[in-house]
């Protein structure tokens, strides 16, 4: 690890009064540089909450976005301008107000991974970690959930008296992992326990001895007394696994599970964007406060 560049980074953000936030995805020097590092959900409290006037988003755009929509007074950086999540780009707001036409009775819910302009046509947003939980505090029936249809089936499938609405959306990442190599993974290693992020497909869900945002599976991996797991989410979280749990061992399926989009922020790019107040998010304040009264309400409800 570059010492000297850790050190500028943290001189300059000392002198921009800039706060380092991480997602588990990001690489390992990235991580450990951060002030916070966390989920979706934990990263955007902190987005709402923190004091630093200049927010340093290592992450993907809607996490930036979603950052500045809940502050609008900071300065908030997205260290690598074409850090996007593709999953996110599947959902255009006009195509969900034709959808919304279609079933005037429905609440739209819409995943953080959407673009602000998505957040603002929807009624409450939600992450992995409080899917079921905003779903289920909804009086509503009909549900619109956007746009991953794997995490909306999942919410179906504990909710059956809902009745959801699927986008077709999906995470390339995850959408990749078939059963038979999670099986692969059960048949050599006997007592392995396999951790699922609820992004994957049905067949794999179905395997999974725990299903959780990556917050949760690290919180997860934390508490249990196992020593084996196959870890079917973004590898970038082995790194705060490893990090706390030493006597316990790790598996990927295929050997690497890997968000490009997530490993386009390296270290350098984050002394850039402090040395050059860049790329700085900017949206459109109309936009802005619709999307805001979507995140506002997770809040509220995914207390
Ligand atoms: P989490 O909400 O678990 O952090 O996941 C975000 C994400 O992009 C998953 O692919
Ligand atoms: Fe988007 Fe998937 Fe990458 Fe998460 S892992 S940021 S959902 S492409």
Redesign the pocket.
Known sequence: MDLSLNEKIKKLKEEKNAIIVA??YQRDEVQAVADAVG???YLSKIAKDCSEQVIVFCGVKFMAESAKILSPEKTVLLPSLDAG?PMADMAEAEDVLKLKSKYPNAKVVCYI?SSAEVKAVSDVCC???NAIKIVSSLPDKDIIFIPDKNLGAYVQEQLPDKNIILWNGF?IT?KKVSAAEVLKSKEVHKDIKVLV?P?CEKEVRDLADFLG???EIITYVNKSSDKKFLIVT?EGVLYELKNKNTDKQFFTPYGSMCCVNMKKTRLEDVYDSLHNMQYEINLDEEIRTKAYNSLMNMHKLGR
Do not use: A, F
């Open positions: 997602h588990y989920d979706s959900y999540c991974n992450t992995s970690s995470c995850h992020h992004e945002s990556t917050g973004e």
